[in-house]
């Protein structure tokens, strides 16, 4: 699903931002991207949304190289990708029907479609019952939940999220990852950039560690054993 081969990103101020990456992640895999601030996680993400791009190096999302997107084509292949910040970014004045259908709507879903995709994606982060309710009223976690349905309405390919529980305490934060196992049972693949490595150490899943822009443990996990093996 995701592949960086040698991958470097160098800003204009001669800032490495990332230096030779290498990982894969593949098809219907989960895991967690961390390091210390700065140290290009969520420049990494953005290479995978073209968002940015890389100074040298390959990367393959969904087995296209990503330097042969060009133009438009840029929009229809973030439509493959559901994306969730720190920060939702949901409309205010709105309902939670509303912004849950806002990437539908941008894509020109048929109406009578974007009616039952939003609420199977709200049934899915158990807020089918606050689907006509104003974001306002809503608490963080469940305006945290919004955001992810939103993310999923689309049915996309890969999952990814730039810090999901930052801003949640613990127990929200546990209830999100959970959910985000769920998505990725259902055959999502699933990549999410956190610093809360007490949250997720618990979790069986593969830690992809970057430190100062270097991709320094891949957490490749054995087959037959439940420890990682870095």
Avoid: W
Avoid at 77 to 104: E, K, W
Avoid at 122 to 150: C, H, N
Avoid at 151 to 178: F, Q, R
Avoid at 181 to 199: K, P, R, Y
């Amino acid at each position: 699903m995701i592949s960086f081969n040698y991958v470097t990103k160098t800003y204009g101020n001669g800032f490495p931002a990332l230096r030779q990456v290498n990982f894969e992640l593949g098809d219907g895999e989960m895991a967690f991207l961390t390091g210390h601030s700065g140290a290009g996680k969520s420049t990494l993400l953005k290479i995978i949304l073209l968002m940015e791009r890389c100074t040298s190096g390959q990367v393959i999302v969904n087995h296209m190289p990503l330097d042969k997107i060009k133009g438009r084509d840029v929009a229809y292949f973030r439509r493959t990708i559901g994306v969730i910040l720190q920060d939702p970014y949901l409309l205010p004045n709105s309902t939670v029907h509303q912004n849950v259908a806002l990437p539908l709507v941008f894509s020109g879903c048929r109406h009578q479609d974007i009616a039952s995709r939003v609420r199977a994606a709200l049934d899915k982060v158990g807020l089918l019952s606050k689907e006509k309710m104003p974001i306002e009223t809503l608490s963080q976690g469940e305006q945290e939940r919004v955001s992810i349905a939103r993310a999923i309405v689309h049915k996309p390919k890969l999952l990814l999220a730039d810090e999901p529980t930052g801003n949640l305490d613990p127990a929200l934060s546990t209830e999100i990852m959970h959910l985000f196992e769920q998505f990725n049972q259902m055959g999502v693949t699933v990549l999410i950039a956190t610093h809360d490595l007490g949250l997720i150490g618990h979790l069986r899943h593969r830690i992809l560690t970057l430190h100062q822009g270097r991709m320094v443990s891949t957490g490749v996990r054995m087959m037959a054993d439940e420890e990682l093996v870095v």
